[in-house]
């Protein structure tokens, strides 16, 4: 959320099974705590930064006829996210 005054309204809608981030707030967080631990802004970097995030769409014939859950242990360095049909 960008504004803390929604939050009533998030929680209203999704109950107990909605976690309510105020942008703001959380990136005030993060910059103060980068600011009293050495190495953590490193850390964020990585999970939240862009770099080498790639996607590739590719035809693997020997993945024909497996289910998502075959092909997500087929890929070492990879993390499939969906499947397209011949559809599109």
């Known amino acids: 959320l960008q504004d803390i005054n929604n939050r009533q309204l998030i929680r209203l809608v999704g109950g107990d099974i909605v976690e309510c981030v105020v942008a703001h707030e959380f990136i005030g967080r993060l910059i103060i705590q980068s600011s009293r631990q050495q190495g953590i802004s490193k850390v964020l970097e990585n999970l939240f930064g862009f770099g080498g995030d ?7 014939k020997q993945l024909e006829g497996k289910t998502f859950g075959e092909v ?17």
């Not at 890929?75 to 397209?84: C, E, R």
């Open 72 to 88: 997500l242990f087929y890929f070492k360095d990879a993390v499939p996210i969906g499947i397209m049909s011949p559809e599109g």
């Open 54 to 60: 790639e996607f590739y769409m590719q035809e693997w």
